[in-house]
């Protein structure tokens, strides 16, 4: 079946940092990919959606600045947190399809702590 | 009023147990609809895809009715490995891209 990674799985970083994040489409090529977010006790919020080659497009409300979005290959997309702070701290998922339309596979999540 | 609304639970049952978990949604121009289980602090994972017709994996049957937009979810036969939250989702095409809106989760833990 498709397989999707994330890494790291578990970032603890201060507030300032930049962090990011990597998912990867092990057996299929992806051409578009997603973020999302879900804080505590809170259900999953797509923040952006990503296609091969192009920019993102971001959601209402998600600052483009803030969370970079680069999806260079059919494989690998890369979130990058600039400057973290203690707000930002949340579970992180990306998903990868290999049609904009089609099933989305989701990788196991980064878990970010901003201290 | 949230697009895909979910009783959160917790719903408590013993082993053995039939429960049912309900969902509404509220685009009418929704194309697609699932269920996923979410375990505690790890990924979504999709349980089942829900038709109109209803389908049935195993224990669990899903059902859609699209006239009151809602959907169910029946688990009989409740195992401790039920234990999860379970995610009504509905699918939208954006643009091009399609779209996942998702519920907040109803949370079940069965008991021995």
């Known amino acids: 079946g498709a397989v999707v990674s ?3 799985s578990r970032v603890i970083c201060k507030s300032g940092t930049s962090v990011k994040i990597e998912c990867r489409s092990l057996d299929f090529q992806a051409t578009t990919m997603f973020w999302y977010r879900q804080f505590p006790k809170q259900s999953l919020m797509l923040m ?3 296609n091969e080659g192009s920019k993102a497009t971001y959601e209402q409300g998600v600052e483009k600045d803030k969370f970079l979005i680069n999806h260079a290959s059919l494989t690998l997309s890369t979130l990058t947190v600039a400057s973290a702070h203690p707000e930002d701290s949340s579970f992180y998922i990306c998903s990868a399809s290999q049609g904009a339309r089609d099933t989305q596979y989701f990788g196991p999540g980064t878990r970010l702590t901003v201290l | 009023r949230k697009e895909v609304e979910q009783d959160p639970g917790p719903f408590n049952v013993p082993e053995g147990a039939t429960v049912a978990f309900n969902c509404t949604y509220s685009n009418s121009a929704s194309q697609s609809f699932f269920w996923y289980r979410q375990d505690c602090r790890k990924e ?5 895809s829900v038709y109109s017709s209803g389908n049935e994996d195993g224990r669990f049957t899903a059902q859609l009715n699209r006239a009151s937009q809602y959907i169910s979810l029946l688990i009989r036969d409740s195992k401790l490995s039920d234990s999860a939250t379970y995610l009504c989702v509905v699918a939208l095409n ?6 996942l809106i ?3 989760g109803t949370s079940l833990a069965v008991n021995p």
């Not at chain 2, 954006?94 to 779209?99: E, H, L, V």
């Open chain 1, 48 to 50: 952006a959606t990503s």
């Open chain 2, 102 to 104: 998702w519920g907040l």
């Open chain 2, 94 to 99: 954006a643009g091009n891209n399609r779209k």
């Open chain 1, 6 to 8: 994330q890494h790291p």
């Open chain 2, 44 to 48: 979504p994972k999709l349980l089942m």
